[in-house]
């Protein structure tokens, strides 16, 4: 090996493709990554859109009613019904994927798959009761 | 079921034309033939200025990686009659400069192997004489990091990887995953070195984990796993670093 060669820096008869723009499109699971990948967009989104909403409860109740009246508008409902979809995407492509980033060991075994994306689903349902739980007062 | 299938193979002469073409052949389709046998066919009867890399047949070399209807396949894996009743598409592995036909120019991969230093590295002072016999490992250990030295360096993975294809200054999927294939291995004291090439901007933190790199890797290697695991060990590392900087 020549030390210092660079990327194939001069080599005008190789052939070089070059990757479209549009990449993305050519194949149905690089359309998921960027769909999953566009999803943080909306998460953060919606992380704004919460913190609207403590805003307006701290500035009292006049301020609570106005946020209301502007969530109701059709195009902040239609933008978090597009919202609530990528959260969805986002929270299941994620735990489906968990178990490739993570190597869980409970002793010398291995744990298996099924269980460390189980276990973030477990969770998921959890927390969703929960809150269900203190929304509909029963708690 | 069809006895014979075309095959339309990427040509391209760098003599005689400035971009790729593609050349039918009609070859023979037994059940028992992949898209390597009829590429020998081609050379051997029907076309003798047909070039093409491969070896053992048998996906071990990993020399024979092309691209076929799209998709990054060993060549000597992917059965003809399963794209009856054709044609099937053969093109030169994606993401890699062409030097002729089916040919890629791997220089850029090799390199990138190299700089990762895919080979057990011991502490100084602490390597053992040959006579004392070699580092002994448990079954347990050995399968820590076997999937990972499955890799046969076929670069399929890096056709399959847009971010290669984007940025070819990242390492790409094989050279960390063998990266990691040394790390988990329990004679080896490297980690720390290789963290120093792999946590660059080109290393591990390029990859956005499309997970391509898995899907058409022939071994079951997995480098998306291992990608994603080192993230996670270099983000422990700083943590570490972070909070306890005189060390744990």
């Known amino acids: 090996m020549i030390d210092g060669a660079g990327y194939t820096p001069h080599h005008p008869r190789w052939l070089r493709s070059h990757v479209s723009t549009y990449w993305w499109l050519g194949r149905r699971s690089y359309l998921a990554f960027i769909l999953r990948e566009v999803s943080s967009v909306f998460i953060a989104w919606f992380v704004v859109f919460l ?42 492509t994620w735990f489906n994927l968990a178990p490739q980033a993570m190597a869980v060991r409970l002793g010398a075994k291995p744990v298996p798959g099924w269980m460390i994306a189980g276990s973030n689903y477990l969770a998921w349902v959890a927390v969703s009761a929960l809150i269900l739980l203190l929304l509909t007062g029963a708690i | ?60 070399c990993g020399s024979c990686g092309m691209t076929v209807n799209g998709e990054p396949k060993l060549t000597c894996a992917t059965f003809l009659a399963d794209y009856a009743p054709g044609p099937v598409r053969v093109e030169p592995l994606r993401n890699f400069p062409v030097i002729r036909d089916l040919v890629v120019e791997i220089g850029d991969f090799m390199r990138k192997l190299v700089k990762v230093k895919p080979w057990i590295i011991r502490d100084e002072g602490d390597v053992r004489p040959l006579s004392q016999g070699e580092y002994r490992q448990t079954p347990a250990e050995l399968q820590d990091y076997k999937q990972f030295s499955m890799c046969i360096n076929c670069m399929l993975c890096y056709a399959a990887c847009p971010i290669y294809g984007l940025d070819p200054k990242f390492i790409g999927p094989a050279a960390i995953a063998l990266a990691q294939r040394y790390n988990l291995d329990s004679r080896d004291h490297g980690a720390r070195e290789r963290m120093e090439i792999l946590s660059e901007h080109a290393g591990i933190w390029g990859c956005t984990f499309v997970g391509e790199c898995t899907k058409v890797c022939p071994k079951n290697v997995d480098p998306a796993g291992a990608i994603q695991r080192y993230k996670l060990s270099a983000a422990v590392e700083s943590l570490k670093a972070f909070f306890m900087p005189r060390g744990a």
Not at chain 1, 59 to 83: E, M, Q
């Open chain 1, 51 to 92: 913190l609207l909403l403590v805003r307006a409860l701290e500035r009292g109740p006049a301020a609570y009613d106005a946020f209301l009246d502007w969530s109701a508008h059709p195009l902040v409902l239609a933008l978090n019904a597009v919202t609530f979809l990528f959260a969805v995407l986002h929270a299941i």
């Open chain 2, 1 to 60: 079921m069809a006895d014979r299938i075309t095959m339309q193979v990427a040509r391209y002469r760098p003599e005689i034309e400035s971009d790729a073409t593609f050349q039918d052949y009609e070859v023979p389709c037994p059940r028992d033939w992949v898209i390597l046998d009829g590429l020998n066919y081609v050379k051997d009867r029907l076309d003798g200025t047909l070039s093409y890399r491969w070896s053992c047949r048998m996906g071990i």
